[in-house]
T-cell receptor, first 112, second 115 residues
Framework: ELKVEQNPLFLSMQEGKNYTIYCNYSTTSDRLYWYRQDPGKSLESLFVLLSNGAVKQEGRLMASLDTKARLSTLHITAAVHDLSATYFCAVDMSQAGTALIFGKGTTLSVSS | GAGVSQSPSNKVTEKGKDVELRCDPISGHTALYWYRQSLGQGLEFLIYFQGNSAPDKSGLPSDRFSAERTGGSVSTLTIQRTQQEDSAVYLC?????????????FGEGSWLTVV
């Protein structure tokens, strides 16, 4: 059974600080997605990582994928309050005929 | 709008009743997904449709749950004889092609409460 583990599950940060969220998964996949969810809202796509070594950046967020280590990271640079949300990673299992399998999410709270 | 559309947005039903949840994917998208999210939890995969292929139903939690996709477009998730543990947000998503690493877009969800 595929396991997708995120850590930490809860993260309290000060504005201006840097931090990394980790996403480990237990089976072979070359693709990984990151989503953001605000309270009471649906999921917003952040990044789609499609190969080993892929790195994508948008504003203060940067995501990377190491398929050999089965690890993806979401790095936050100089956090601001607007980044407070829950972040999910999801492993793409479409090549095995099924769908995205999600981690439990990391709830980020950024305070001044 | 051009996004994934779900209805109803909120549904309160009595235990034991059947409910139907509808999803209109983005036009032209061949892949359609249903997920369930319980309060404060992650997303639980339910079912995945890809074009004309047989759907992957491996995530459906019991035989009370079923889904169909008519004409390769609109999908309906049906829950029979609802139980209180079925209370959750049911999220639908679609993508141009689920096998090709395309962005997967989520709808706003249908919030189901079973009383």
């Amino acid at each position: 059974e595929l396991k997708v583990e995120q850590n930490p599950l809860f993260l309290s940060m000060q504005e201006g600080k840097n931090y990394t969220i980790y996403c480990n998964y237990s089976t072979t996949s070359d693709r990984l997605y990151w989503y953001r969810q605000d309270p009471g809202k649906s999921l917003e796509s952040l990044f789609v990582l499609l190969s080993n070594g892929a790195v994508k950046q948008e504003g203060r967020l940067m995501a990377s994928l190491d398929t050999k280590a089965r690890l993806s990271t979401l790095h936050i640079t100089a956090a601001v309050h607007d980044l407070s949300a829950t972040y999910f990673c999801a492993v793409d299992m479409s090549q095995a005929g099924t769908a995205l399998i999600f981690g439990k999410g990391t709830t980020l709270s950024v305070s001044s | 709008g051009a996004g994934v559309s779900q209805s109803p947005s909120n549904k309160v039903t009595e235990k034991g009743k059947d409910v139907e949840l509808r999803c209109d994917p983005i036009s032209g998208h061949t892949a359609l997904y249903w997920y369930r999210q319980s309060l404060g939890q992650g997303l639980e995969f339910l079912i995945y449709f890809q074009g004309n292929s047989a759907p992957d139903k491996s995530g459906l939690p019991s035989d009370r749950f079923s889904a169909e996709r008519t004409g390769g477009s609109v999908s309906t998730l049906t829950i029979q004889r609802t139980q209180q543990e079925d209370s959750a947000v049911y999220l639908c998503a679609s993508s141009f092609d689920g096998r090709s690493g395309n962005t997967i877009y989520f709808g706003e969800g249908s919030w189901l409460t079973v009383v």
